[in-house]
T-cell receptor, first 114, second 113 residues
Framework: DTAVSQTPKYLVTQMGNDKSIKCEQNLGHDTMYWYKQDSKKFLKIMFSYNNKELIINETVPNRFSPKSPDKAHLNLHINSLELGDSAVYFCASSQELLGTSGYTFGSGTRLTVV | GESVGLHLPTLSVQEGDNSIINCAYSNSASDYFIWYKQESGKGPQFIIDIRSNMDKRQGQRVTVLLNKTVKHLSLQIAATQPGDSAVYFC????????????FGSGTRLQVQP
């Protein structure tokens, strides 16, 4: 069983479209995250949720909206996609809110906006 | 601003040699550090962690050293194998404030057969 699974793995779409990325974890963790990895491999936190509650909302455009229907799922919806949104998006989960344990990452979603 | 690590450099080693990957962090409030390995097309994978009350921790073929005086973290890989080829990231957790891991920019390790 995949611990943290993301769908889709690849997403190619045109500018202006709206798309969603889904994430599910079966580890029983309380906290989930979205990270963005740019072309230089830099990983930057976007959002974190703890038990469906938004904890971290970094400087991310309002076009990005996370949704957590339950603590095992954290989806990312992106409106009006722009070329600069092209990146790999990683979902992760951890047992503890305070980040004092390791994260388990999904395999990523490569988003390409054309 | 706060930062972890360096711009993505590449370390090339011969199979069987020992590898040392370095990371500089600037937040003295960080109390927990992790090394991750990312293979092509995959997500980061946990390798080893260390808390700020320690200066050394060993795993299987890997050792992490923490020098809080100079805010330096290193990952040592013994007898490097082709399967070790990947991008390696250090990450830190701030003891106060932000509650998510801050990642460095990574080091690409290339193992030559």
């Amino acid at each position: 069983d995949t611990a943290v699974s993301q769908t889709p793995k690849y997403l190619v779409t045109q500018m202006g479209n709206d798309k969603s990325i889904k994430c599910e974890q079966n580890l029983g963790h309380d906290t989930m995250y979205w990270y963005k990895q740019d072309s230089k491999k830099f990983l930057k936190i976007m959002f974190s949720y703890n038990n469906k509650e938004l904890i971290i909302n970094e400087t991310v455009p309002n076009r990005f909206s996370p949704k957590s229907p339950d603590k095992a799922h954290l989806n990312l919806h992106i409106n009006s996609l722009e070329l600069g949104d092209s990146a790999v998006y990683f979902c992760a989960s951890s047992q503890e809110l305070l980040g004092t344990s390791g994260y388990t990452f999904g395999s990523g979603t490569r988003l390409t906006v054309v | 601003g706060e930062s972890v690590g360096l711009h993505l450099p590449t370390l090339s080693v011969q199979e069987g040699d020992n590898s040392i990957i370095n990371c500089a962090y600037s937040n003295s409030a960080s109390d927990y550090f992790i090394w991750y390995k990312q293979e092509s097309g995959k997500g980061p994978q946990f390798i080893i962690d260390i808390r700020s009350n320690m200066d050394k921790r060993q795993g299987q073929r890997v050792t992490v050293l923490l020098n809080k005086t100079v805010k330096h973290l290193s990952l040592q890989i013994a007898a490097t194998q082709p399967g070790d080829s990947a991008v390696y990231f250090c990450a830190e957790n701030w003891a106060t404030g932000r509650r998510a891991l801050t990642f460095g920019s990574g080091t690409r390790l290339q193992v030559q057969p």
